[in-house]
């Protein structure tokens, strides 16, 4: 498995935040930032989309290493423990994270990089790289989020169950972001992710 890409001397991740380079794109599972971040990668194919690990199985028509590296759990506990990962968390019963030397090599290169992360990962992006933009997605409600869920038809019930109920800690934690965005009207908060991104 081909996490990284190759290293540049002297890279450290402390560099990440002077370069301001780097976004979060947090909020609740099934708020839509995924269908978000594609659309944006879309229009903005300068942008790097930082792909990471998990040890949950991949959906119908995800692939490794485009939408995520599948590993075992124990492949990603190595990966913690060699310090390869930014940030990491665990998420509805699977472990996520973010393999650092791609997203310091990119940041490094000068590219804007784009992580897509739940709460806990975002926390501690936040508290590592205090520069880094954090961008927090809402729902118009609750009931639509779940419709969202439900309408991906992807989860099983006790996954629902759980996608909900840390749902609804995860926008309480909304505040702590620097900008918060509706996900109401799909070009609506494209427009103002685009907006906040590139000024
Ligand atoms: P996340 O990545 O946050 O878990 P997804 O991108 O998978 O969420 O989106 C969950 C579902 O919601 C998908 O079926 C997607 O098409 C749908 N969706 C996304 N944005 C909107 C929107 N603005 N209005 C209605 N449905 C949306
Ligand atoms: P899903 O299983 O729906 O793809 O993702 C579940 C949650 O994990 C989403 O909120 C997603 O943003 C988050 N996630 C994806 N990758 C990472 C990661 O590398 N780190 C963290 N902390 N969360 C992630």
Same mark, same amino acid.
């Given at each position: ?9 002297? /890279? ?176 609506? /908060? ?6 906040a991104i590139f000024g």
């Amino acid at each position: 498995m081909q996490l990284t890409t190759t290293k540049k001397s002297g /890279a450290t991740t402390q560099e990440c935040p002077d370069m301001g380079k780097l976004i979060i794109l947090t909020g609740p599972s099934g708020v839509g930032k995924g269908t978000l971040m594609r659309a944006l990668l879309q229009r903005h194919p300068e942008l790097h989309y930082s792909v990471s690990a998990t040890t949950r199985s991949p959906r119908q028509g995800e692939t490794n290493g485009k939408e995520y590296y599948f590993v075992s759990r124990r492949e990603f506990e190595q990966l913690v423990a060699a310090g390869e990962l930014l940030e990491w968390a665990e998420f509805a019963g699977n472990y996520y994270g973010t393999p650092k030397e791609a997203v310091v090599n990119q940041v490094l290169s000068g590219k804007r990089v784009v992580l897509e992360i739940e709460l806990k990962g975002a926390r501690q992006i936040r508290a590592s790289y205090p520069s880094a933009l954090s961008i927090f997605i809402l729902p118009p409600s609750l009931s639509e989020l779940e419709k969202r869920i439900r309408g991906r038809a992807q989860d099983s019930e006790e996954a629902i169950a759980r996608r909900m109920h840390r749902a609804q800690e995860e926008i309480r934690a909304a505040d702590e972001f620097d900008i918060q965005i509706v996900n109401d009207d799909f070009e609506t /908060a494209l427009n103002s992710i685009e907006a906040a991104i590139f000024g």
